[in-house]
């Protein structure tokens, strides 16, 4: 499957100000997202399988691919169309196995070592940053703020689409693209945003000007 | 498979006295514990996968199920008997059909209702607690504490071995198993003790004669 994403959408319902990830999601689609990434990190497993049930219907129906942050038991079970790892999660190879050779498997790396690691093991794609510091996820302060060059220098050293991943919105995602992303995901520029459909299909108006 | 454990060790290396799980969980086997629980609350999945490759060659040798808290994918990855799972992750039916009819599936279960639900889930045991008020996990203060009599109630109420847990050991074993439960799971009990070996013997003993 193409995993060149322009706009990728992460979900995190706590950074949706009070809105339901389904409804985020489906603005951000109409809005031409490529994929969206189950993420909403501390949320029990249980709520997120209801609400993949959910996203998977609706990216269905939008015909993009849904990615599941994490825990690759539950890409198995909603029929996902892949996984995103970690450094920290289950080895890619693992994930291979337990969901087939035609799953996208996605992988986070901030630095080159990891990204060749990564293609190595059989990646799909790549997942790079924090590009601009941010308190989204956990990120280690190394990794936060590694900035569009890295994102150029991994997108020179493997031969996978690399996304840019980390306080991207519509206003500094052009060095992302211009670096050599294949694009950007994206969390709260979409998920905060006001009007979720226009922020996705600003950013990605800005992808498809800057490559 | 069998699943009328009496003594069920629940690794938790934080709570080890600075001493790894493998070496803590070789010694609760020689001690003859019934079973093992790979649950390491808050380690990072990679970290479990390596870990849960040591426990299932210890297991194996030992002829013990290993089973893998909540994670359904990493108990497929390792081989393992089964997974236990708590109200808040995977429904039973989900972790079922990933891994199988011959799969050992367990769920936690405070009260009568939530036992009756886990059984006509299809659950192959029940861990209920906690017994005695503990910090081992994070239990909601009203499940925190049940004491033995709820055991029993859940033991009366469902066609499916019971263990106890939380805050279990050799001096507070024996009402969970006059009450009804088939076996008690253990975490600091054996995991801190100074000689898991005969920590865990030392339970194994006072259930047996309970019962």
Redesign the interface.
């Known amino acids: 499957m193409n995993t060149e994403w322009r706009t990728y959408l992460v979900t995190q319902e706590s950074r949706s100000a009070g809105r339901e990830t389904a409804a985020i999601a489906e603005a951000a689609l109409a809005g031409g997202v490529d994929a969206v990434q189950l993420r909403e990190k501390g949320r029990?497993?249980?709520?997120r399988?209801e609400l993949g049930r959910r996203l998977r219907d609706l990216t269905a129906d939008a015909g993009v691919p849904l990615i599941v942050n994490?825990?690759?038991?539950?890409a198995?079970?909603l029929g996902a169309d892949g996984v995103h790892l970690g450094?920290?999660?289950?080895?890619v190879g693992?994930?291979r196995?337990?969901l087939g050779d035609e799953a996208i498997v996605g992988v986070s790396a901030s630095t080159v070592p990891e990204a060749r690691a990564a293609a190595d093991a059989g990646a799909d794609y790549l997942g790079v940053g924090a590009v601009y510091a941010t308190d989204t996820k956990d990120v280690p302060a190394e990794t936060n703020g590694v900035g569009p060059e890295r994102v150029g220098a991994i997108a020179d050293a493997v031969d996978l689409p690399v996304v840019g991943i980390g306080g991207i919105d519509a206003t500094n995602a052009a060095p992302v693209a211009e670096a050599g992303a294949a694009g950007v995901a994206v969390v709260s520029a979409v998920t905060a945003a006001d009007d979720p459909r226009a922020a996705a299909a600003a950013i990605r108006e800005v992808v498809d000007d800057a490559r």
Chains 1, 2 share one sequence.
């Open positions: 029990p497993a249980r709520e399988y994490d825990r690759v038991d539950l198995a079970a450094q920290s999660d289950l080895p693992v994930a196995e337990r």
